[in-house]
């Protein structure tokens, strides 16, 4: 495959990675890319995409890296303890989120927002996490990517796919790998999600919130595209339902009441 006329050059860790991904992806699936004239560009953008598999990360990259450029991934930062995977994404140029302690995820906001204005392609989830939607849909959205969205002038690309949950089913099937027959894997770039109302104006908690839901909204509409069905108008809120599922086991956890003593008749 001839290279992209914008082509990012990568390490010897990158170059050990696309030795191991490019064929693992071709195996799982047959991987079909639209719109990559969006994200075959140069200079920094946040690539913003729905969270349905474990395998995400996998077809993400190779249909990145195939329109020439390299994303840093935001990920969780115990998998830089895994042994060999976390080596790859230190010598990537990942950047880890922490979401503990004082001033949980400030290093890697900022950490990306270096990175984009050093012109690289930093990809985040929104939902944080791989969603727990009934129906797959994308979930209510975290604060941090209207955060890093607002956080400089570069563009924002929404990115849809689908069939990597079929190929690897998570949460809500149940974790299951479905390798054979190679599935069709879906990967479509759109066009820059306009937020310059949101960053021309005071860049605070409340544009913060807008700037989320304007992001996880074009992604939801693209994934609705992808699919081929109409998109619910509402997010699923993954912290209430759990919160409803705790009262609901405590409620069913709750002796009965017992039963009051007959009364005694009167003589």
């Known amino acids: 495959m001839a290279r992209s006329p914008v082509y990012e050059k990568g390490n010897a860790w ?5 030795v191991v991904m490019y064929p693992l992806a071709s195996l799982l699936g047959r991987q079909k890319v639209g719109g990559a004239e969006h994200a075959r ?13 474990h395998l995400d990360p996998l077809f993400d990259a190779v249909a990145v890296r195939k329109t020439g450029r390299i994303p840093r991934f935001m990920a969780k930062a115990s998998l830089w303890k895994v042994p060999v995977l ?13 979401r503990t302690g004082a001033g949980a995820g400030q290093n890697s906001l900022e950490a990306a927002t270096a990175a984009l204005n050093a012109g690289r392609v930093v990809l985040i989830y929104p939902d944080g996490t791989v969603t727990r939607d009934p129906e797959m849909w994308p979930m209510k ?11 400089g ?12 949950n079929q190929v690897y089913t998570s949460y809500v099937q149940g974790r299951r790998f479905h ?13 820059p999600i306009d937020l310059s109302d949101l960053r021309a104006g ?5 544009a ?4 989320s839901v304007r992001i996880m909204t074009a992604v939801r509409d693209m994934v609705g595209e992808v699919r081929g069905i109409t998109p619910p108008t509402e997010f699923y809120d993954q912290r209430k339902a759990e919160r409803l599922a705790q009262r609901s086991a405590a409620a069913d956890a709750e002796p009965p009441a017992a039963a009051a003593p007959p009364e005694t008749p009167d003589r």
């Open 14 to 18: 990158l170059a050990f990675c696309k």
């Open 86 to 98: 976390g080596k790859a994404l230190a010598g990537s140029d990942q950047i880890p989120v922490d």
């Open 179 to 191: 390798p054979w027959p190679r599935k069709d894997v879906h990967t479509v770039f759109g066009e």
């Open 202 to 206: 005071a860049r605070d908690a409340r």
């Open 41 to 53: 560009r140069r200079g920094g953008y946040l690539l913003v995409a729905n969270h349905i598999s």
């Open 153 to 164: 002038d570069f563009p924002v690309i929404p990115m849809a796919h689908w069939g990597s």
């Open 141 to 151: 959205p975290r604060m941090g990517v209207g955060a890093l969205a607002l956080s």
């Open 208 to 211: 913060v919130r807008a700037a």
